[in-house]
Nanobody, 128 residues
């Protein structure tokens, strides 16, 4: 049974950092394409980081240079390091996975409807 469990969310001031974790079970992250999505109240869901099975990563302009996605294969954990956080980064962050290959730039496109598996999310709040 595939399961994704996020952790690491919280409240920080603008300029601060958080590291989100996504513990995967039921499959190996080395065999899946992964992405982080977020959704703020009243806003559309958007992809913020993706990594494909080749290790290529992709970020939208809004977070490029501030967010870093990575995988600890030994622990089967996906991370999202978020630095220099801004109030606009606030929202619920979701870990997602798909067993189908997709280039990293596709993983963060759209609303994530192509991703097969979703965690329940972890809340990030950035205050000014």
């Amino acid at each position: 049974q595939v399961q994704l469990v996020e952790s690491g969310g919280g409240s920080v001031q603008a300029g601060g950092s958080l590291r989100l974790s996504c513990t995967a079970s039921g499959f190996s992250l080395t065999n899946a394409c992964m992405a982080w999505f977020r959704q703020a109240p009243g806003k559309e869901r958007e992809g913020v980081a993706g990594i494909d099975t080749d290790g290529s990563t992709n970020y939208p302009e809004a977070v490029k240079g501030r967010f870093t996605i990575s995988i600890d294969n030994a622990k089967n954990i996906l991370y999202l390091q978020m630095d220099n956080l801004k109030p606009d980064d606030s929202g619920m962050y979701y870990c997602t996975a798909t067993s189908h290959f997709a280039p990293a730039r596709w993983l963060t496109a759209g609303d994530g409807s192509s991703m097969e598996y979703w965690g329940k999310g972890t809340l990030v709040t950035v205050s000014s």
